[in-house]
């Protein structure tokens, strides 16, 4: 699993496993977004295992698949509500980090957030599409 910090309240990840829980809560992560669908190849770990392992540990997890670079209007506000009610640090992951890039992309536009999302991202490997 690699996370990229994209500020510091929010970070994207490849894939996470449940044994990876404890580590993401020593890392102050407070919410977990998984927008890897189940079933999709190379998927090691259902949602519900990681929402029970996350929830465990007294984490937020939300499941808000997204399949390929494809982003529904009612999964980009579901991500926009997370993330904006969020206490802490949120954690959002797929299989390479880059759905969950642009998803939170999406979600502070949809949300008016101020944040300079181009700038943020342009710090790391990630392209917005």
Known sequence: M?????????????????QDMPMLKAQ???????????????HPS?????????EALGMA???????????????????????????SKVLAFCRTGNRSINMWARANELADSGVDVSTLVAKTSFKLI
């Open 2 to 18: 690699d996370i990229t910090k994209i500020s510091d309240t929010f970070a994207v990840a490849t894939q996470i496993l449940a």
């Open 28 to 42: 102050g992560m407070t919410t977990i977004i998984n927008n890897r669908p189940d079933g999709e190849e190379g």
């Open 46 to 54: 259902s949602s519900a295992q990681l929402q029970a392992a996350a």
């Open 61 to 87: 997890y939300h499941f808000i698949p997204v399949v390929g670079m494809n982003f529904p209007q009612a999964a980009v506000s579901e991500m926009a509500q997370v993330v904006t009610q969020s206490s």
